[in-house]
């Protein structure tokens, strides 16, 4: 086993499963102390349950995103009681409504994924920069998308909140880029996940068809392009947004 995260403490959102799960493992494995958020306690549980069998150190808070205060006072904890915080990689997110023209988009269905998709991503990296500065050290992950910078149609919201998630990088990995925090993004192509089980299949046959390698990615190829997005290996890499689609993004 690496230990190229000794002693470091890494907060995982969306981490009782799918992507986020698969990183945390990955971290974990590789010596990282993690805190899993997320808003299933039950699937933090079985997560726990999991990684500890593997003697891997892993505790967990029921966090929702979207709600400053749930956030806040989450990453307060996890400071009082590791006294650092090294890693955020923020993977929490929902898909919404697909194969939906923006004409029958429901505005409370976009409110929804801006709420957790974009807001989410804001709170989460401002108040773990919060604690990140205190030690100027710090790696910051957002999951955007390749929907992102190419746009799915029929899925408006997931669409553009994704484009707002890589601004986000942009500008934030910019403010900090003379300090000791990195702030990247990574933008998936489909990958296979519980998440995009529910999408309806002419929208994933569409998506699938777009991507060179013709297939899905998996969470174990984002976990290890993640290990080092976040490892103190990168170190002159921010404010960029990585690719890990199948050939598909063109920039």
């Known amino acids: 086993m690496s230990s190229r995260f000794k002693d470091q403490v890494a907060i995982i959102t969306g981490g009782a499963d799918g992507i986020g799960k698969a990183?945390?493992?990955?971290?974990?494995?590789?010596?990282?102390?993690?805190?899993?958020?997320d808003i299933s306690p039950t699937a933090i549980e079985r997560t726990i349950t999991e990684l500890s069998a593997l003697s891997y150190t892993v505790t967990g808070y029921t966090v929702d995103i979207s709600q400053e205060s749930s956030v806040k006072e989450a990453?307060?904890?996890?400071h009082e009681t590791f006294g650092r915080l090294d890693i955020m990689v923020?993977?929490?997110?929902?898909?919404?409504?697909?194969s939906t023209k923006i004409t029958d988009y429901d505005v409370a269905d976009y409110d929804k994924i801006y709420a957790v998709n974009l807001r989410g991503a804001f709170l989460m990296t401002k108040y773990a920069i919060g604690v990140m500065e205190q030690a100027n050290y710090g790696r910051i992950l957002l999951l955007a998308s390749i929907a992102g910078k190419e746009g799915n149609p029929f899925m408006a919201g997931y669409?553009?909140?994704?484009?707002?998630?890589?601004?986000?990088?942009?500008?934030?990995?910019?403010?900090?880029a003379q300090t000791g925090i990195t702030v990247n993004g990574l933008a998936p192509a489909?990958?296979?996940?519980?998440?995009?089980?529910?999408?309806?299949?002419?929208?994933?046959?569409?998506?699938?068809?777009?991507?060179?390698?013709?297939?899905?990615g998996t969470v174990d190829e984002v976990a290890a392009l993640s290990a080092w997005i976040v490892s103190p290996e990168a170190s002159f890499n921010t404010g960029f947004i990585f690719d890990i689609s199948g050939g598909r993004a063109t920039y």
């Open 23 to 37: 990183i945390a493992r990955r971290l974990a494995s590789e010596g990282a102390s993690i805190v899993l958020f």
């Open 159 to 176: 669409s553009s909140m994704k484009a707002g998630v890589i601004g986000l990088v942009k500008g934030v990995g910019k403010e900090y």
């Open 75 to 78: 990453i307060q904890q996890v």
């Open 90 to 98: 923020n993977s929490a997110g929902i898909v919404g409504p697909t």
């Open 190 to 216: 489909v990958i296979r996940t519980a998440m995009n089980e529910n999408t309806a299949p002419e929208q994933l046959a569409y998506m699938t068809a777009k991507i060179p390698m013709g297939r899905l």
